[in-house]
């Protein structure tokens, strides 16, 4: 478990095939976590959970399976792009942002990017079965990220999510290297999820395709 308030950037520092379609990751912490890693540990790369195989130095291994590049965008990062990290909760740790699971719900992409002073107002395009889990003033992670959904619009083919990316938001984490057309990884509100699975069962609505 999460919160999508990024603690480090990483680079990925090298990638290792492993059979046809799966493969490993080898990323360094920027700066590096100051408790040493534990073989199996959850750690959240650009929002999808994964876990730590191997640790060289301040660096570490994770494996990332088949399914996983399927349903992420970590299937066209390249050695030297920066990551999002972020560990798991402690009990007792200052819960920021809102619970994320690190498992990605689809992959979105970057519409527009229109800055304001400091501020970026960034609007992002979703699949349209993204619909029943999305509000205005409700939570959204995106790459990873805590973020509060300003307005949402949906037309027959998609949603469009807006929302303001604070200077420091884009400072701490991976948001200043994104562009237009770029994709990032979603995971719907957790309490949305389970709010709209429970509606759809007792008939309220029809998920949609």
Same mark, same amino acid.
């Given at each position: +478990?999460?919160?999508?308030?990024?603690?480090?950037?990483?680079?990925?520092?090298?990638?290792?095939?492993?059979?046809?379609?799966?493969?490993?990751?080898?990323?360094?912490?920027?700066?590096?976590?100051?408790?040493?890693?534990?073989?199996?540990?959850?750690?959240?790369?650009?929002?999808?959970?994964?876990?730590?195989?191997?640790?060289?130095?301040?660096? !570490?291994?994770? *494996?990332?399976?088949?399914?996983?590049?399927?349903?992420?965008?970590?299937?066209?990062?390249?050695?030297?792009?920066?990551?999002?990290?972020?560990?798991?909760?402690?009990?007792?740790?200052? +819960?920021?942002?809102?619970?994320?699971?690190?498992?990605? *719900?689809?992959?979105?992409?970057?519409?527009?990017?229109?800055?304001?002073? *400091?501020?970026?107002?960034?609007?992002?395009?979703?699949?349209?079965?993204?619909?029943? !889990?999305?509000?205005?003033?409700?939570?959204?992670?995106?790459?990873?990220?805590?973020?509060?959904?300003?307005?949402?619009?949906?037309?027959?083919?998609?949603?469009?999510?807006? +929302? +303001?990316?604070?200077?420091?938001?884009?400072?701490?984490?991976?948001?200043?290297?994104?562009?237009?057309?770029?994709?990032?990884?979603?995971? !719907?509100?957790?309490?949305?999820?389970?709010?709209?699975?429970?509606?759809?069962?007792?008939?309220?609505?029809?998920?949609?395709?």
């Amino acid at each position: +478990m999460f919160t999508g308030i990024i603690t480090n950037l990483g680079t990925l520092e090298a990638t290792q095939k492993k059979g046809a379609l799966a493969c490993s990751w080898l990323i360094q912490p920027r700066p590096a976590f100051g408790d040493a890693y534990v073989l199996g540990e959850s750690i959240s790369i650009s929002g999808t959970c994964l876990t730590v195989t191997g640790v060289e130095g301040d660096s !570490f291994w994770v *494996d990332i399976s088949e399914e996983t590049l399927a349903c992420t965008c970590l299937g066209s990062k390249k050695s030297g792009d920066c990551l999002n990290l972020e560990r798991a909760l402690k009990v007792g740790d200052r +819960m920021g942002g809102h619970f994320v699971t690190g498992h990605v *719900d689809c992959v979105g992409s970057v519409v527009k990017l229109e800055k304001k002073d *400091d501020f970026v107002e960034a609007s992002l395009r979703l699949p349209l079965r993204a619909k029943p !889990f999305l509000a205005p003033k409700g939570s959204l992670s995106v790459d990873g990220v805590s973020l509060t959904v300003n307005q949402v619009e949906v037309d027959p083919q998609g949603v469009t999510v807006f +929302m +303001m990316w604070i200077p420091h938001t884009l400072e701490k984490t991976t948001f200043h290297t994104l562009l237009p057309g770029g994709h990032v990884n979603i995971e !719907f509100d957790i309490v949305a999820r389970y709010i709209a699975q429970n509606l759809e069962s007792y008939g309220f609505h029809k998920k949609s395709n």
